[in-house]
């Protein structure tokens, strides 16, 4: 089971929240996303991906995508917001 | 590099044929291997313990769609950014190039390897300078060696003892420069010091890369001189008689003996000549002495005698300041100068002189009057000798109107010791 999956567990609505995204800010230098799906768009102000159930937007400042694998990414810079639409 | 595969009635089955770049390069430059740059010489390498990667610089658009792509086909992409316009650099690692470069080209994406990071990379990047590297590694290991190792022995305090002939010894005793520090004990050194001949004791000490040894040497007991007084002979003579008061005897009658030696030692031993104590040593020893005195006189010799004439200066003194300062009267004289203080309210000295006038006479001396002169001189030095049958001859030597040399024949027993010390 996964970090986040045991969370979620632990939380009580494995149901909903398991298997969709997960996102972890580092002091607002970094972010982890887990979930993703695509990538939609990607610039120094604002990166857009998709997941399972939405769109996924950080907003920043020298945003950069520091690692990318399959289901997760790390970007790095300095991050303002981070929204679902 | 570029890299623009061009794919002429070439069909790909069961896939849509890959779209175009919107913006092809208006010329077409020729393909090169992937990885290498458009021949502006090798990338460069950055060291890195994170495993071999490369950095592509990729032109085109739709990036986003090639970054997918690109993760859909499990390739880890690593700092992605975007330059500006249409570029944008990522990273990937070295085992994932050759997928990454065919989906590039599968996508018709313009491409090139900018950077390389990792050890490979980076000293394959810099093998020429191999040899500098090795250099600098050979340096660091023989440091690294030497500085655990002995490189100097200082051996201190020998006099009798041979320094290299010691160092052999602890050579034999593999104790040598070159041997390492920590395989050393210091104990076990002073130990083969110590049993070295001659050694009495030793310490050891190791400072750096340097064996310190500090000698005691064994010496041979050696009776100390004789510091007590002793009796030599003042002249050169023929012992005739000694009698020893204190001391040990050194001579004995018919001994002849020069000026200088020893007659009477200060010191006692016993009947085996083992040194017992010193002592002051006295007693008389006579001896015959044969002497002869030769000095060379003028006839014509000036005398300075006193006119009879007499002049007296006084001075004061206070506080170290002189009032009066006395002039001598006379151009030629003797003085006597005599001081008193008197310290009733001031301290004050008075200081005296008296001059006497004198006058050089030329006095004209016979050949005889100074040949006998000279003897009665040689005899009163013997005065106090308790001299026997002592006599002295003269005999006269002309040399000039005005110049003689005169020899005094001196002969007789008297004592001739003499206390030293």
Redesign the interface.
Request: charged letters at 35%.
């Given at each position: 089971m996964s970090f986040f999956n045991e969370i979620a567990s632990a939380i009580g609505d494995s149901v909903r929240t398991a298997g969709n995204y997960n996102i972890i800010n580092y002091n607002g230098d970094s972010i982890y996303i887990e979930g993703i799906k695509?990538?939609?768009?990607?610039?120094?102000e604002k990166v857009i991906m998709t997941v399972k159930k939405g769109v996924l937007t950080v907003t920043g400042v020298d945003l950069?995508?520091?690692?990318?694998?399959?289901e997760s990414l790390i970007i790095k810079g300095n991050i303002r917001a981070t929204y679902v639409e | 590099m570029l890299n623009n595969k061009k794919g002429k009635g070439e069909k790909r089955i069961g896939r849509p044929a890959a779209p175009k770049a919107k913006n092809p390069p208006e010329t077409e430059k020729p393909r090169k291997a992937a990885g290498k740059a458009d021949g502006r010489g090798p990338e460069p390498a950055d060291f890195s313990l994170n495993g071999e990667r490369l950095t592509v610089e990729i032109e085109g658009v739709n990036q986003t769609r090639l970054i997918n792509r690109l993760k859909d086909a499990d390739i880890r992409l690593i700092d992605v950014k975007k330059p500006g316009g249409r570029l944008m650099r990522l990273t990937v690692r070295k085992k994932e190039s050759q997928k990454t470069f065919a989906i590039l080209e599968e996508l018709c994406y313009t491409y090139k390897t900018v950077r390389k990071s990792g050890l490979f990379s980076f000293f394959w990047a810099n093998r020429r300078r191999a040899g500098i590297a090795a250099g600098l590694a050979a340096a660091l290991i023989l440091f690294f060696t030497l500085t655990g190792s002995i490189l100097r022995i200082e051996v201190n305090d020998l006099s009798e003892i041979s320094r290299r002939d010691l160092i052999a010894a602890l050579a034999a005793e593999g104790i040598a420069a070159g041997t390492r520090i920590n395989g050393l004990d210091r104990e076990d050194i002073r130990r083969v010091v110590n049993a070295y001949p001659g050694v009495a004791e030793s310490s050891v000490e190791i400072t750096g890369s340097t064996l310190r040894i500090h000698v005691i040497e064994k010496t041979a007991y050696l009776p100390p001189p004789p510091s007590g007084r002793s009796v030599i002979a003042a002249y050169d003579a023929e012992i005739t008689g000694i009698v020893t008061a204190s001391g040990t005897a050194r001579v004995g009658p018919g001994r002849r003996v020069k000026a200088g030696d020893v007659l009477i030692e200060g010191a006692v031993y016993d009947t085996n000549g083992a040194f017992m104590r010193e002592v002051p040593a006295s007693g008389t020893v006579y001896g015959r002495i044969v002497k002869t005195v030769t000095e060379t006189v003028p006839l014509d010799v000036y005398e300075i005698r006193r006119t009879g004439r007499t002049k007296r200066r006084t001075r004061l003194s206070l506080f170290g300041f002189s009032i009066g300062r006395p002039t001598a009267p006379y151009a030629a004289y003797e003085s006597r100068t005599s001081s008193a203080a008197m310290n009733v309210f001031v301290p004050l000295t008075f200081t005296q002189t008296a001059y006497f006038e004198t006058e050089s006479v030329l006095v004209t001396r016979t050949p005889e009057e100074i040949c006998e002169t000279m003897r009665r001189e040689r005899l009163a030095a013997f005065i106090d000798r308790d001299a026997k049958n002592l006599t002295a001859e003269t005999r006269l030597e002309p040399l000039s109107d005005s110049l003689i040399r005169v020899h005094v024949h001196i002969q007789g027993e008297l004592t001739i010791g003499q206390t030293i010390g």
């Open positions: 695509r990538l939609v768009s990607i610039s120094e950069c995508v520091f690692d990318l694998e399959k | -």
